[in-house]
């Protein structure tokens, strides 16, 4: 089987930084949330917003607008 070091230093690096927090889950989420505030760097959120412009027409629609829209026949 083929061994890559790197996946390797990246699993020995993760076992250890979890092993820092006793693998306590919400410990670790909230240093890396306290290193994230600290970085200075720009947090980008990249979730859909409600009331995209739909990318043919131009217009500004709600995207629940195509759950609620069961009139359509298919063509």
Known sequence: MFRDEIIEEI???RE??????NYDLKAI???LQKQQAE????????SRKRGLTTRWSGRTRD?????????RGST
Request: avoid cysteine.
């Open 11 to 13: 699993h020995r690096i």
């Open 16 to 21: 250890e930084y979890s092993r820092s927090f």
């Open 29 to 31: 989420v909230a240093d």
């Open 39 to 46: 970085s200075g760097r720009e947090v980008v959120n990249l």
């Open 63 to 71: 995207i629940s607008e195509d759950a609620k829209d069961t009139s």
